[in-house]
T-cell receptor, first 112, second 111 residues
């Protein structure tokens, strides 16, 4: 089944403890992206990647890191999480030239 | 960064009613997309609009790309309970692959 998977689905952590949220897609898509969703704000793009070893900042990149060493994986790294990064995170992928993004099921992160 | 405005923020309608919602921007965009997010899920693409003035349908959904390229409209006819969710308009930055989502319209359908 064609899909985008994220792990973990739920995470509660403490301020300053480094964490990684994994994202993987099995559709051979060139483009992958991370979003955060907060009430009343829609989804805001954090980082995106056009292909392996190519990443760019979205609208809200501060406090986040990404890497794209393989085409199928695009992990999101929070080196020192803070409470304002408590949010619902979505990973998405799409073919390089298309517009339709396929979203993962989301990761709900709480930072205390 | 760019901002999109969606109205209404939320709406409660009776099953069988038609629904209209819109999305506006202060900037021109060449592609407008409408996504729906079911409760507890990621967004799913409903309709893509590529040409100013274009009117596109997908079943009971109809969307239009405004002639000024600064707005778009989504209509749902004869609503049903599974139409419940959040509807987002989305544009792609004209210079790259940065996608901007509107704040969403939350739709509730009463039986």
């Amino acid at each position: 089944e064609a899909q985008v998977t994220q792990n973990p689905r739920y995470l509660i952590t403490v301020t300053g403890k480094k964490l990684t949220v994994t994202c993987s897609q099995n559709m051979n898509h060139e483009y992958m992206s991370w979003y955060r969703q907060d009430p009343g704000l829609g989804l805001r793009q954090i980082y995106y990647s056009m292909n392996v070893e190519v990443t760019d900042k979205g609208d809200v990149p501060e406090g986040y890191k990404v890497s794209r060493k393989e085409k199928r994986n695009f992990p999101l790294i929070l080196e020192s999480p803070s409470p304002n990064q408590t949010s619902l995170y979505f990973c998405a992928s799409k073919p390089g030239q298309g517009y339709e993004q396929y979203f993962g099921p989301g990761t709900r992160l709480t930072v205390t | 960064g760019q901002q999109l405005n969606q109205s209404p923020q939320s709406m409660f309608i009776q099953e069988g009613e038609d629904v209209s919602m819109n999305c506006t921007s202060s900037s021109i965009f060449n592609t407008w997309l409408w996504y729906k997010q079911d409760p507890g899920e990621g967004p799913v693409l409903l309709i893509a609009l590529y040409k100013a003035g274009e009117l596109t349908s997908n079943g009971r959904l109809t969307a239009q790309f405004g002639i000024t390229r600064k707005d778009s409209f989504l209509n749902i006819s004869a609503s049903i309970p599974s139409d419940v969710g959040i509807y987002f308009c989305v544009v792609r930055d004209n210079y790259g692959q940065n996608f901007v989502f509107g704040p969403g319209t939350r739709l509730s359908v009463l039986p």
